[in-house]
């Protein structure tokens, strides 16, 4: 079974289609035994940092990600969340990465919304995707870069587009709205 994590976030219905897309059946769920139970989990979300960690807080939904052993999957504020601190509202995150997540310093058009090419990809995620793969962001803030970096991408400055850490998988771009490169990125994420 694969688990969509519910939380006060939005996106989980745009993984979910993309998922069933694929063949797959999935559950939208906040319930902590149904996490846990899960093969797959997946930490979708577009929000406010503050207000979602809130939630998962006020849940204890931060401790349940925590202490998952399957592979989990972050996407956009999802991997955000699973950052150490992000500048959106001086917000503690999970801290599954060391990484610090910051607000784009004035300069071009930001949030950083569009299709843009990732650099310096390692790992299973990217298995057939070659190294220039384009994948579709909506950001004003992103992960700075560090030990669990495993993609790059330059939008102002170079950032994390992707982090690795044990069972732990992340990406700041939206798989399920990149197209096929998206979707080949999510069945490598299955294939784990």
């Known amino acids: 079974m694969i688990a969509i994590l519910k939380y ?8 979910l289609n993309a998922l069933n897309s694929l063949g797959y059946e999935a559950c939208i769920s906040d319930d902590p035994v149904q996490l846990q139970a899960a093969d797959k989990v997946i930490f979708p979300g577009v929000g406010e940092a503050g207000t979602a960690m809130a ?10 990600i925590r202490a998952l052993k399957q592979p989990v999957l972050g996407i956009c504020l999802g991997m955000q969340l699973l950052c150490a601190h992000s500048e959106e509202g001086d917000t503690a995150g999970i801290g599954i990465f060391d990484n610090q997540v910051k607000r784009f310093p004035p300069g071009l058009l930001v949030p950083h919304m569009g299709w843009n090419n990732l650099e310096n990809t ?13 994948f579709y962001f909506v950001h004003t803030y992103y992960a700075t870069q560090g030990v669990a970096t495993v993609a790059t991408t330059d939008y102002i400055l170079p950032f994390s587009a992707a982090l690795q850490k044990d069972n732990f998988y992340a990406v700041q771009f939206h798989p399920e709205k990149s197209a096929q490169t998206g979707l080949t990125l999510l069945e490598n994420f299955l294939d784990l």
Do not use: E, H, M, W
Request: aromatic share 6%; hydrophobic share 35%.
């Open 55 to 64: 939630y998962l807080k006020a849940r204890q939904l931060d401790q349940v």
């Open 122 to 134: 390692s790992g299973a995620l990217f298995k057939d995707l070659g190294q220039s793969a384009d």
């Open 8 to 15: 006060n976030a939005g996106n989980t219905r745009s993984v």
